[in-house]
T-cell receptor, first 109, second 116 residues
Framework: GEDVEQSLFLSVREGDSSVINCTYT??????LYWYKQEPGAGLQLLTY?????DMKQDQRLTVLLNKKDKHLSLRIADTQTGDSAIYFC?????????FGAGTTVTVRA | NAGVTQTPKFRILKIGQSMTLQCTQD?????MYWYRQDPGMGLKLIYY???????DKGEVPNGYNVSRSTTEDFPLRLELAAPSQTSVYFC???????????????FGAGTRLSVL
């Protein structure tokens, strides 16, 4: 099975908050990442969190990390149509990143 | 501001044909990666390279070959294309993979390959 798991779809109304959840398995991961993929494009780093933190805020983005439960979430405040994309959670291993399957976020008017 | 450039963007192959997916980066990164992305699945690492002349297998290397003769270029070769290789291929690069480092990977726009 996948090392990193995410729900596949999220639909949210414009202006509401989006919360994307992720669980991972490697307790030794030093960094956890959120990447965004827009249609026809590659992945772009959105934000990251170091494993000794439990929260990180960056403008409209809030990352929460629960190390005990190996649970990571990304909250997007005031979701806009430009936030429609696929969001990937990733954990850092020895030499590589392990990615989840991606959550497709659809923002409806 | 080119970053990571992949060519071609799209390709259709017949079973048994061969092709090379090109990847080049202009950030002077030592580390480069090839991933494939299948629908509903996360990215799977095919091969990676820690510098010119050095390559190593990732999770799903079968059916692929790579070379790294320069820092900038990391081509991926499919020798005998099979339908199972229908996927979107992403090349990425990073400054470092040293344990504890941030290891931000920068991705190209992808190559969409269909093998029929």
């Amino acid at each position: 099975g996948e090392d990193v798991e995410q729900s596949l779809f999220l639909s949210v109304r414009e202006g509401d908050s989006s919360v994307i959840n992720c669980t991972y398995t490697d307790s030794s991961s030093t960094y956890l990442y959120w990447y965004k993929q827009e249609p026809g494009a590659g992945l772009q780093l959105l934000t990251y969190i170091f494993s000794n933190m439990d929260m990180k805020q960056d403008q409209r983005l809030t990352v929460l990390l629960n190390k005990k439960d190996k649970h990571l979430s990304l909250r997007i405040a005031d979701t806009q149509t430009g936030d429609s994309a696929i969001y990937f959670c990733a954990e850092r291993g020895d030499y590589k990143l392990s990615f989840g399957a991606g959550t497709t976020v659809t923002v409806r008017a | 501001n080119a970053g990571v450039t992949q060519t071609p963007k799209f390709r259709i192959l017949k079973i048994g044909q061969s092709m090379t997916l090109q990847c080049t980066q202009d950030m002077n990164h030592n580390y480069m990666y090839w991933y494939r992305q299948d629908p509903g699945m996360g990215l799977k690492l095919i091969y990676y390279s820690v510098g010119a002349g050095i390559t190593d297998k990732g999770e799903v290397p079968n059916g692929y070959n790579v070379s790294r003769s320069t820092t900038e270029d990391f081509p991926l070769r499919l020798e005998l294309a099979a339908p199972s290789q229908t996927s979107v291929y992403f090349c990425a690069s990073s400054y470092s993979i040293v344990a504890g480092d941030l290891n931000i990977q920068y991705f190209g726009a992808g190559t969409r390959l269909s093998v029929l």
